[in-house]
């Protein structure tokens, strides 16, 4: 069954590190590029970063600098590691998985883990 699971959001400082991970499941995810999406209330949904099964990579401007993504497909999980977290990137956080990054229509979604950033 391919699924995938986000977790590692929660409450931190501005200033502050949080590393999100999606655990996925079902074979063909390690061929698949796997993106994450983020959500603000009453904002529409925002592309952050992706990483194709070569482990390319690409990042939303806001975000350059500051987060990074890795894969480690022995584990099965995609990491979004952000440093230097602002207020502006308090949102639920998604990943979802695209044959190949920006590509399609990234076919398969997690349920999003909420990150705040707040003092």
């Known amino acids: 069954q391919t699924r995938l699971v986000e977790s590692g959001g929660g409450l931190v400082q501005p200033g502050g590190s949080l590393r999100l991970s999606c655990a996925y499941s079902?074979?063909?995810?390690?061929?698949?590029?796997i993106g994450w999406f983020r959500q603000a209330p009453g904002k529409e949904r925002e592309g952050v970063s992706c990483?194709?099964?070569?482990?390319?990579?690409t990042y939303g401007d806001s975000v350059k600098g500051r987060f990074t993504i890795s894969r480690d497909d022995a584990q099965n999980t995609v990491y979004l590691q952000m440093n230097n977290l602002s207020p502006e990137d308090t949102a639920i956080y998604y990943c979802?998985?695209?044959?190949?990054?920006?590509?399609?229509?990234?076919?398969?979604w997690g349920q999003g883990t909420q990150v705040t950033v707040s003092s």
């Open positions: 979802a998985a695209d044959p190949a990054c920006w590509e399609g229509d990234f076919d398969y």
């Open positions: 079902g074979f063909e995810l390690k061929y698949y590029g």
């Open positions: 990483i194709n099964a070569d482990r390319t990579t």
